[in-house]
Each structure stands twice: as C-alpha cells, then as structure tokens.
C-alpha cells in the first residue's frame, strides 16, 4: 500500500534540532548505521544518535578525516566504504555480517552534489552509482543483519528531486551531462528506494522513509562556486546563508526523525521533511518542498528497483 503523503502532527517542525526530536528517546542497546556520519548533517545525526545511546557505525571513504571528527563522540566506530566501489561495498557488508551484530538503524545519507561529469565502476554516471546505486547494494547486503520485526532504513533524498524523475533511456547521462539533473535523478531515486524497499521489507517489519532535510550549507556544496551560490541566493556575499536554510543540527532532525519516531510505525514508505510527513508539492519552489508524484510512483520504484539489482547483481528480496 502507497503511504500517504499527508502530514501527521509530529509536533517538531523546521526548526527541531536532532537532539531534541530524541528527547526521551533511549537507543541503549541499539545500533545505527550512517553513511557519511562524519560530515556535515551525517555528523549531526550520529552525534545525536550517540547521544541517546545508540552505537553508531560511520563508514567512511576517508578514514582518518571520520576518525578525527568523531573523537570525542562516544559510542562511535570507523570502517572504510567507498560507496562509488561496489566491491568495496561487498567487502564492507560482509565484514558487517561476519560479527553477528544486528542493525536497528540505517541512514542513508552520504552523497555528492552537482559534481563535474564523473565515470565510476563500468562508466555509470556517478551521482547515481554513488548516491543511489551504491546504498541499494549496501542495504541489500547487510539486509541478514537488519534487526527484524523492528528495522528502519532512512533514505536522505531532497527538494532537488523537483527538476529529474528517473531517465529511463539514459539514466548514465550518456548522451550528454547536465550535473543538476544528474543529482536531481539521484534523489529521486533515493525517494523510490525507500517507496519499493518499505513495499518489500513491510511484511517483515522493516520499514524505509526518505526525507529532505530542508536546506543547508554543508560541504555537499563543494563543487559549486561562491559566486554562482550568491546567485542563486543561497548565500549572500559575505557568505551568510539566506533565510529559511536551516542549521546542520536542524537539517539532521528529519533523517534522525524518521529512524526513530513511533509515530511512524504505520507510515513507511512516507516521503517526510521538516520532522513530519511531507504533503505533495504544489509549486516548483524548492525552498517550500514538499513532493513531486514522480517521486513516490510504486510503479517508478518498482521499475528502479528491478533496474538496481541488474545492474548491481544484488537483490537481498528477490
């Protein structure tokens, strides 16, 4: 069944931060996963997750710069992952499995952004084997490990799944790169992972979100020049962020959310942003969000995802 698109009154909203959204929430005993956790809104979320308890795994493609972030952090450890390496994605996951331990929380949130035309693996276009392709066989493989009856998987997507459902006749771009519609595919096709694997997993207790974290100035946006995010009004020209960008500690309050809230136990599948439900879009404007029907079609995700473990050779479900 398609989750609704429909608000539920979380009672948190833009701006809760991660720490607060746990407030009286105890993961003692519970271990969570997140791609990314060292940088950015990755960093704020396993910081809070620590915070409340939970042992947190933290791959990571640059092991020494997670370790140096995360000192101080309790209840955090390191492992090498390139998720644009699907080798090293299988020799990650079995490491993982190899120790018996179970995970309660998937956050899939590590990505790249608007990055220069990029061939990885057999020359897959590289926001999509990266940010997508690379967390489908990631989840995929660890899928023994996942806790049953009580697993989630959080699938961080955006607002920029406003401008590219999936290209079906060239999802490599290989007919000519544009890297904004490259990453808006991407996040696209993090939004209908997390439609299809919530389909699949539901029956045995597993269930999958994906969410915008609303916009943030973080190291995502490396790859884009100061003058060209002053115009589009991102920053201003000494560099401050515009109104309405959010702080990475609000920005990972809807990833940490949606891993954690029994609110959501009837929901999976849900597209979420600002700590709730998000309801469908109504205008293109990013900044208010919301979700385009492209990119919650259990059609589209069951399309991709037959499309993901082709190409991939792994489907942990089929």
Same mark, same amino acid.
Request: glycine share 12%.
């Given at each position: 069944?398609?989750?609704?698109?429909?608000?539920?009154?979380?009672?948190?909203?833009?701006?809760?931060?991660?720490?607060?959204?746990?407030?009286?929430?105890?993961?003692?005993?519970?271990?969570?996963?997140?791609?990314?956790?060292?940088?950015?809104?990755?960093?704020?979320?396993?910081?809070?997750?620590?915070?409340?308890?939970?042992?947190?795994?933290?791959?990571?493609?640059?092991?020494?710069?997670?370790?140096?972030?995360?000192?101080?952090?309790?209840?955090?450890?390191?492992?090498?992952?390139?998720?644009?390496?699907?080798?090293?994605?299988?020799?990650?996951?079995?490491?993982?499995?190899?120790?018996?331990?179970?995970?309660?929380?998937?956050?899939?949130?590590?990505?790249?952004?608007?990055?220069?035309?990029?061939?990885?693996?057999?020359?897959?276009?590289?926001?999509?084997?990266?940010?997508?392709?690379?967390?489908?066989?990631?989840?995929?493989?660890?899928?023994?490990?996942?806790?049953?009856?009580?697993?989630?998987?959080?699938? +961080?997507?955006?607002?920029?799944?406003?401008?590219?459902?999936?290209?079906?006749?060239?999802?490599?771009?290989?007919?000519?790169?544009?890297?904004?519609?490259?990453?808006?595919?991407?996040?696209?096709?993090?939004?209908?992972?997390?439609?299809?694997?919530?389909?699949?997993?539901?029956?045995?207790?597993?269930?999958?979100?994906?969410?915008?974290?609303?916009?943030?100035?973080?190291?995502?946006?490396?790859?884009?020049?100061?003058?060209?995010?002053?115009?589009?009004?991102?920053?201003?020209?000494?560099?401050?962020?515009?109104?309405?960008?959010?702080?990475?500690?609000?920005?990972?309050?809807?990833? +940490?959310?949606?891993?954690?809230?029994?609110?959501?136990?009837?929901?999976?599948?849900?597209?979420?942003?600002?700590?709730?439900?998000?309801?469908?879009?109504?205008?293109?404007?990013?900044?208010?969000?919301?979700?385009?029907?492209?990119?919650?079609?259990?059609?589209?995700?069951?399309?991709?995802?037959?499309?993901?473990?082709?190409?991939?050779?792994?489907?942990?479900?089929?």
């Amino acid at each position: 069944m398609t989750a609704k698109q429909q608000k539920i009154g979380s009672g948190f909203g833009a701006h809760s931060t991660a720490e607060e959204v746990l407030a009286g929430i105890d993961l003692s005993g519970r271990t969570a996963l997140v791609t990314g956790g060292y940088s950015g809104l990755g960093l704020e979320a396993t910081r809070a997750l620590s915070g409340a308890g939970a042992q947190v795994i933290v791959p990571a493609r640059r092991r020494a710069t997670a370790e140096e972030a995360l000192r101080g952090i309790p209840r955090t450890e390191v492992h090498e992952l390139d998720l644009a390496d699907l080798e090293r994605v299988r020799v990650f996951a079995e490491s993982i499995l190899e120790t018996g331990r179970t995970l309660d929380l998937v956050i899939d949130n590590a990505g790249i952004m608007a990055c220069p035309e990029t061939r990885v693996g057999p020359g897959w276009e590289a926001h999509f084997a990266t940010n997508h392709l690379g967390h489908f066989a990631l989840v995929n493989r660890l899928r023994p490990a996942l806790a049953p009856g009580r697993a989630r998987v959080v699938s +961080v997507a955006s607002s920029g799944h406003f401008l590219s459902g999936i290209r079906w006749d060239d999802v490599h771009f290989r007919a000519g790169y544009d890297r904004w519609l490259a990453y808006a595919q991407s996040k696209t096709a993090n939004a209908l992972f997390a439609v299809h694997l919530d389909a699949l997993g539901a029956g045995d207790g597993l269930r999958a979100f994906a969410v915008h974290p609303g916009s943030i100035l973080t190291p995502l946006q490396r790859h884009i020049p100061h003058e060209e995010q002053v115009a589009q009004g991102w920053i201003d020209p000494e560099g401050r962020p515009s109104e309405g960008f959010k702080t990475p500690e609000q920005g990972a309050a809807t990833a +940490v959310w949606a891993a954690t809230s029994p609110l959501l136990d009837a929901h999976g599948g849900a597209y979420c942003q600002d700590c709730d439900i998000a309801e469908p879009a109504t205008t293109d404007d990013m900044l208010i969000g919301g979700v385009k029907p492209w990119a919650v079609d259990p059609d589209e995700a069951a399309r991709l995802w037959t499309l993901s473990g082709e190409l991939t050779g792994v489907d942990a479900f089929a």
